[in-house]
């Protein structure tokens, strides 16, 4: 028989190698601002709040032995392949699937299949399970969040996890768009967002353009002349590239009244701008074995579910987009082409996105020169291989970026992962997960509109919001079902520590602040139950963890981990 | 310290504790409720009513885009034209012809904008060309009269949409079984303290959402929130694509029935921008809003008097559909008003025609009706607010329509 271990025996174990070393995280005591009344983080916590999904003491030590440049340098430098620990987790990954559908009852665990397939292998599948409804549809999908899951709570690569999120945002398709669009998230996600997340922007968006997950989501498959479906090159040009700010509607036709128009230097664009574009993607499709009837013969599509372009469907006549003239009866995919060109190299589209890097890394209040340099350094690379890289060095080596103090909400994709980084919970995803996320308004591949999820705090932030989170973080401490988390706290806390010393410990260590002084010793009291706050405790760890799980629930719900 | 200790339901300590009665209602209670729906996408109004005898409508349109003589035909007498609704909205058209439902063609935004987003916004910040309003319309009008602390507002969604924009007195949620916490009372005791000591948008989210809980659990009146049985009169159209629409609608007739001080409800229906394969995608829509409407007007129908609907979107679609099978963005739109005190039972506004010099730019049906014009005259007859201008800055061209009472 095994005998119970006491909190005590199990703790001094542990103790004894971490304790000196790891001391407490933050050493600073706690400062208040007394105009917002909020409580500063230590300045380390809190540039790395702003680049990674939750500070994990090896980041926090790092930083504090290299510095924070060296440490977003290799970051910025992330390979492209996942680890070896990543990869091992991914593979034991078994992912829930339940629905009823047309006579099809399944309730199963199933691994995680499609991320390294190809979009040939995904079609077969996806033939193979379409009449078995949405949930296999967007089945790919779901193992593509998953894994993105692990990544983000795994992957030591957090900046670049982030910028995938953002490029996924930015770029965004969703699962419901067409039936076969699961079947392209696993290449979209890979052979795009991931690969050019660093990369050159022109690259980036012809790749997306051609990615048959944008063609379906936004309609450009079935485009043909004429009227042509404008649904694409509306977003590329308000979504994508120059942003709504540069939309010009009061013009809608009149293209020599936009402000420098005539030197072939538009300040923005107007809706003709959109249905001349429109025009140029005419033709870029999927080959996905669709029979075409033209001039009393049958063509057919290939069957490989990639990108294809289809010259009878092209409009191929004079276009003039952003006051530029193109000719009539270009070659094959030149229209497109130059559209694609003139919105990558436009200067509305360095500030569209730059500013959107300031508020997805910093905030609301993000300072305005930060956002003209970075605009600088956005257009003087526009060729470049790495210019999204060169553009983000810039911003995190700036000067506003190290001195930054604001706060930004955490949207409920990094407040989850936030959570399991920050206890260190042993961590596998589930479609239970997401579809609580999706309760709190964050739907990975699933948000309707193309904007992408919302970046402003008042979005994620509200009474309604709130009450929600405090919600999922009692779900995710004592949900079992949920099954996603595994909580150690017992086993984390350093030995010898009294009861007032384990609520300083997990305040540091879950929200980088020691709580002020009425929380905390009223919070050690609360722990001791009938003991001393200032003893140590003499309790088995099944009942230390239950007493910790209660802590990390106040916690969790504290003002101060609501933010990065 | 056990977890069934500290799980007592905080409904009774709030009952109990600091949360008095202060936190209660105690401005004039008169007010009545608007619902807002806000049909997201751009719905296409000329899908949901049309003169199908008008020449240039048949000629651009071809299949289920356009009405047919199977469409269901409606009193008028705005204009001289077969107007029909979809055969699909049979159920919205009862309300219409028991006098409940009055609808509102070529209305809308008159910014010409055809980007969704940018229409969203304006519309919901009330405006028709400011962008950098930092409040919703909804919020001003709450702020023109709400001075307690806990919620009139409540958004059915898992976010709250522009038109609460700035407002902490407005509450999200999907369902009212998600309006209590979990957490023992000295943990809510600390919180409340934690998150009443700043004035950051989180420290104010917090306060509210506990000011809140506070006040449901004192009003819910033993009203079970894990089940809801609408009433006997209500059928909800509970199927795909309009689940999500009937809980949403069952969640508000709950909050009202519950008489707890509601005073805005806003619900959001999405997937209207049908770019493409509208033919098989718009009758859906259209069938699961009128079910779930008409069912929600029965459920509170002992509410009619002091309730009143109103149904907008941002823009409808361009008159010529797209070799998609589809249609793209276009401008003007159908707004409906639902309730006791609307006269019912026509059509409001003016119509504009749909040749080609009465377009807008030659490709939309004109906005003849501006959507302000319809949300004011809903504000100033059931005395919400004197002046349109409180809710609409700068909007001075109010003139009614006679669409309420």
């Given at each position: 028989?095994?005998?119970?271990?006491?909190?005590?025996?199990?703790?001094?174990?542990?103790?004894?190698?971490?304790?000196?070393?790891?001391?407490?995280?933050?050493?600073?005591?706690?400062?208040?601002?007394?105009?917002?009344?909020?409580?500063?983080?230590?300045?380390?916590?809190?540039?790395?709040?702003?680049?990674?999904?939750?500070?994990?003491?090896?980041?926090?030590?790092?930083?504090?032995?290299?510095?924070?440049?060296?440490?977003?340098?290799?970051?910025?430098?992330?390979?492209?392949?996942?680890?070896?620990?990543?990869?091992?987790?991914?593979?034991?990954?078994?992912?829930d699937i339940k629905y009823d559908y047309n006579g099809y009852n399944v309730d199963e665990w199933r691994p995680i299949t499609y991320l390294d397939k190809d979009l040939k292998f995904c079609r077969k599948e996806f033939e193979k399970v379409k009449e078995k409804g949405w949930h296999e549809w967007i089945r790919p999908g779901m193992e593509v969040v998953s894994a993105n899951w692990i990544r983000s709570v795994y992957s030591p690569w957090q900046l670049k996890e982030m910028m995938v999120e953002f490029w996924h945002n930015h770029f965004n398709?969703?699962?419901?768009?067409?039936?076969?669009?699961?079947?392209?998230?696993?290449?979209?996600?890979?052979?795009?967002?991931?690969?050019?997340?660093?990369?050159?922007?022109?690259?980036?968006?012809?790749?997306?353009?051609?990615?048959?997950?944008?063609?379906?989501?936004?309609?450009?498959?079935?485009?043909?002349?004429?009227?042509?479906?404008?649904?694409?090159?509306?977003?590329?040009?308000?979504?994508?590239?120059?942003?709504?700010?540069?939309?010009?509607?009061?013009?809608?036709?009149?293209?020599?009244?936009?402000?420098?128009?005539?030197?072939?230097?538009?300040?923005?664009?107007?809706?003709?701008d959109v249905y001349e574009a429109s025009r140029a993607f005419t033709g870029w499709t999927v080959a996905d074995g669709s029979f075409i009837w033209r001039g009393g013969g049958r063509e057919e599509f290939p069957d490989t579910g990639e990108f294809f372009y289809y010259d009878a469907w092209h409009d191929n006549y004079q276009k003039r987009i952003l006051g530029y003239e193109i000719k009539s009866n270009m070659p094959a995919m030149h229209d497109g082409r130059k559209v694609l060109d003139l919105v990558a190299f436009h200067p509305g589209t360095a500030k569209n996105i730059c500013r959107k890097f300031l508020l997805r890394f910093m905030g609301d209040d993000y300072p305005a020169s930060l956002l003209s340099k970075a605009?600088?350094?956005?257009?003087?690379?526009?060729?470049?291989?790495?210019?999204?890289?060169?553009?983000?060095?810039?911003?995190?080596?700036?000067?506003?970026?190290?001195?930054?103090?604001?706060?930004?909400?955490?949207?409920?994709?990094?407040?989850?992962?936030?959570?399991?980084?920050?206890?260190?919970?042993?961590f596998t995803p589930t479609m239970m997960l997401q579809w609580q996320i999706m309760g709190m308004g964050y739907k990975p591949f699933m948000w309707p509109a193309p904007t992408g999820h919302p970046d402003k705090d008042s979005?994620?932030?509200?009474?309604?919001?709130?009450?929600?989170?405090?919600?999922?973080?009692?779900?995710?401490?004592?949900?079992?079902?949920?099954?996603?988390?595994?909580?150690?706290?017992?086993?984390?806390?350093?030995?010898?520590?009294?009861?007032?010393?384990?609520?300083?410990?997990?305040?540091?260590?879950?929200?980088?602040?020691?709580?002020?002084?009425?929380?905390?010793?009223?919070?050690?009291?609360?722990?001791?139950?009938?003991?001393?706050?200032?003893?140590?405790?003499?309790?088995?760890?099944t009942q230390m963890e239950q007493k910790l799980i209660w802590l990390a629930q106040f916690l969790l719900s504290t003002p101060e981990f609501q933010t990065r | 310290m056990d977890r069934r200790s500290l799980i007592k339901g905080c409904a009774e300590y709030l009952m109990t504790s600091r949360f008095g009665s202060d936190y209660f209602l105690n401005e004039d209670d008169?007010?009545?409720?608007?619902?807002?729906?806000?049909?997201?996408?751009?719905?296409?109004?000329?899908?949901?009513?049309?003169?199908?005898?008008?020449?240039?409508?048949?000629?651009?349109?071809?299949?289920?885009?356009?009405?047919?003589?199977?469409?269901?035909?409606?009193?008028?007498?705005?204009?001289?034209?077969?107007?029909?609704?979809?055969?699909?909205?049979?159920?919205?058209?009862?309300?219409?012809?028991?006098?409940?439902?009055?609808?509102?063609?070529?209305?809308?935004?008159?910014?010409?904008?055809?980007?969704?987003?940018?229409?969203?916004?304006?519309?919901?910040?009330?405006s028709n060309?400011?962008?950098?309003?930092?409040?919703?319309?909804?919020?001003?009008?709450?702020?023109?009269?709400?001075?307690?602390?806990?919620?009139?507002?409540?958004?059915?969604?898992?976010?709250?949409?522009?038109?609460?924009?700035?407002?902490?007195?407005?509450?999200?949620?999907?369902?009212?079984?998600?309006?209590?916490?979990?957490?023992?009372?000295?943990?809510?005791?600390?919180?409340?303290?934690?998150?009443?000591?700043?004035?950051?948008?989180?420290?104010?989210?917090?306060?509210?959402?506990?000011?809140?809980?506070?006040?449901?659990?004192?009003?819910?009146?033993?009203?079970?929130?894990?089940?809801?049985?609408?009433?006997?009169?209500?059928?909800?159209?509970?199927?795909w694509p309009g689940e999500e629409l009937a809980n949403s609608f069952k969640t508000v007739a709950q909050l009202i029935k519950m008489e707890a001080g509601l005073k805005i409800a806003t619900i959001d229906y999405d997937g209207w921008d049908m770019h493409d394969n509208q033919e098989w995608k718009f009758p859906r829509w259209i069938q699961a809003l009128s079910w779930n409407l008409n069912a929600f007007y029965n459920d509170i129908h002992a509410y009619h008097k002091r309730v009143t609907i109103v149904l907008m979107t941002e823009f409808g679609r361009r008159l010529k559909a797209n070799k998609s099978g589809g249609t793209d963005h276009g401008h003007g739109s159908v707004m409906m008003v639902l309730g006791g005190n609307v006269n019912g039972g026509n059509l409001y506004g003016s119509w504009p025609g749909l040749a080609n010099e009465q377009l807008d730019n030659g490709v939309d049906l004109a906005v003849t009706t501006d959507y302000r014009t319809v949300l004011s005259e809903i504000m100033v007859k059931r005395n919400l607010v004197k002046d349109p201008q409180m809710v609409f800055p700068k909007f001075n061209d109010y003139k009614g329509l006679g669409i309420i009472q």
């Open positions: 028989m095994i005998k119970r271990r006491t909190f005590i025996q199990a703790g001094s174990l542990m103790a004894i190698p971490f304790l000196l070393p790891e001391k407490l995280l933050t050493a600073k005591p706690l400062e208040i601002n007394f105009e917002t009344n909020q409580i500063q983080k230590d300045q380390t916590w809190n540039l790395l709040g702003k680049v990674t999904y939750g500070p994990s003491k090896k980041d926090i030590l790092k930083v504090k032995k290299n510095g924070f440049q060296t440490y977003i340098k290799e970051q910025l430098n992330a390979p492209q392949e996942d680890s070896p620990e990543i990869l091992k987790r991914i593979q034991d990954t078994q992912l398709v969703t699962v419901n768009g067409d039936m076969a669009m699961g079947s392209c998230m696993p290449t979209y996600d890979r052979d795009v967002i991931r690969k050019h997340a660093f990369g050159n922007f022109r690259q980036f968006l012809e790749d997306v353009a051609k990615s048959p997950a944008m063609l379906y989501y936004l309609n450009n498959k079935s485009s043909q002349a004429s009227p042509a479906n404008e649904n694409y090159a509306r977003e590329l040009f308000e979504l994508h590239t120059l942003g709504s700010e540069h939309y010009m509607n009061s013009l809608y036709d009149r293209w020599r009244d936009v402000p420098g128009a005539l030197e072939g230097k538009p300040a923005g664009y107007i809706d003709e605009q600088t350094v956005w257009l003087q690379n526009i060729n470049a291989p790495d210019q999204i890289k060169i553009t983000l060095q810039t911003i995190f080596e700036s000067p506003e970026f190290l001195n930054y103090k604001g706060q930004k909400v955490k949207r409920p994709y990094e407040f989850v992962v936030s959570v399991a980084r920050a206890t260190e919970a042993e979005y994620w932030m509200g009474p309604g919001a709130m009450l929600t989170r405090w919600r999922t973080i009692s779900s995710i401490l004592y949900w079992k079902d949920m099954g996603v988390f595994k909580f150690r706290f017992a086993e984390q806390t350093p030995g010898g520590l009294s009861y007032q010393g384990i609520a300083d410990y997990w305040s540091e260590k879950l929200t980088g602040i020691r709580l002020q002084e009425k929380y905390r010793s009223k919070i050690a009291t609360m722990l001791a139950d009938n003991a001393a706050p200032d003893s140590i405790p003499a309790i088995n760890e | 008169s007010r009545e409720t608007i619902v807002v729906v806000f049909l997201r996408g751009g719905m296409d109004g000329l899908n949901f009513l049309a003169p199908i005898d008008d020449s240039n409508y048949r000629a651009a349109r071809g299949g289920k885009m356009a009405l047919q003589e199977d469409a269901l035909k409606i009193n008028q007498n705005l204009i001289q034209a077969d107007f029909r609704i979809h055969p699909e909205a049979y159920a919205l058209k009862e309300l219409y012809e028991n006098k409940s439902l009055a609808l509102i063609h070529a209305a809308g935004l008159t910014n010409g904008t055809r980007s969704h987003f940018e229409a969203q916004d304006l519309m919901e910040l009330g060309s400011d962008k950098n309003l930092s409040q919703g319309w909804l919020t001003r009008y709450l702020q023109s009269f709400h001075t307690g602390n806990i919620v009139p507002a409540y958004a059915i969604g898992s976010i709250p949409p522009a038109s609460l924009l700035g407002s902490m007195e407005q509450m999200n949620i999907t369902e009212m079984k998600n309006l209590s916490l979990d957490l023992g009372p000295d943990l809510i005791n600390m919180l409340t303290e934690m998150y009443g000591a700043g004035n950051s948008l989180v420290h104010r989210s917090g306060k509210g959402a506990l000011q809140n809980i506070a006040h449901i659990a004192k009003s819910s009146k033993g009203l079970n929130f894990d089940s809801y049985t609408p009433d006997k009169s209500a059928e909800y159209y509970s199927s």
